[in-house]
């Protein structure tokens, strides 16, 4: 039962175009979501968290729709360096009961 | 700051054999937490600590893994007998704290990993 579900991609996209992932969840009692970023054969490192109003940060943009159980990752303006793995990831934090679930990752491709 | 640091970064060994996985947290953080991933299953949380007490093990797949934190600069995982389905690359993170998605102090740090290779 995996709790967090991504397309896998890859997504192949050109230089300075914009590409969203979407990103569903189960567990309707998740309070906490963000997205993380992997780049091959590395450790995730924490792109942005996701916030019920939705967040921005340059070119990256989150969105949470808690009725749909859906968060999005929007990136304009792609670059090449932004060719890496993109984990949803969405949970609880704190207590015995605490624990974030991670996606398995969507792929996006960045080319000249 | 060094960031999280793992050892050793690369295992391969023969099924029935003992592994040791290391961790060295960020100094000051009080939780530790212990990922395996792989591409069938993604990420998932094994365990976690706080002031190296155990808090949640409930991911642990079975009692071949074991996990300890003696002090509040190192830990390790522990797999007795290894399988070839236990290959996986083994990560850990810290953060300062476990409250609060909106706290930046609550933010995870991923260590490189350790790619583990069970024959």
């Known amino acids: 039962r995996k709790e967090v579900e991504q397309d896998p991609g890859p997504f192949n996209v050109p230089e300075g175009a914009t590409v969203a992932f979407n990103c569903t969840y189960s567990?309707?009692?998740?309070?906490?979501f963000f997205w993380y970023r992997q780049d091959c054969r590395k450790e995730p490192k924490l792109l942005m968290s996701v916030y019920s109003s939705g967040n921005e940060d340059g070119r990256f943009t989150a969105q949470l729709n808690r009725a749909s159980q859906y968060i999005s990752l929007l990136i304009r303006d792609s670059k090449l360096s932004d060719s890496a793995t993109y984990l949803c990831?969405?949970?609880?934090?704190?207590?015995?009961?605490?624990?974030?679930?991670f996606g398995k990752g969507t792929k996006l491709s960045v080319k000249p | 700051d060094a960031g999280v640091i793992q050892s050793p970064r690369h295992e391969v060994t023969e099924m029935g054999q003992e592994v040791t996985l290391r961790c060295k947290p960020i100094?000051?953080?009080?939780?530790l937490f212990w990922y395996r991933q792989t591409m069938m299953r993604g990420l998932e949380l094994l365990i976690y600590?706080?002031?190296?007490?155990?808090?949640?093990d409930s991911g642990m797949p079975e009692d071949r893994f074991s996990a300890k934190m003696p002090n509040a600069s190192f830990s390790t995982l522990k797999i007795q007998p290894s399988e070839p389905r236990d290959s996986a690359v083994y990560f850990c993170a810290s953060s300062l704290g476990w409250g609060l998605a909106e706290f930046s102090t609550d933010t995870q740090y991923f260590g490189p990993g350790t790619r583990l290779t069970v024959l």
């Open positions: 567990n309707s009692a998740s309070q906490s």
């Open positions: 600590f706080n002031n190296n007490v155990p808090i949640d």
């Open positions: 990831v969405g949970g609880n934090y704190g207590g015995s009961q605490g624990n974030l679930i």
């Open positions: 100094s000051g953080h009080d939780y």
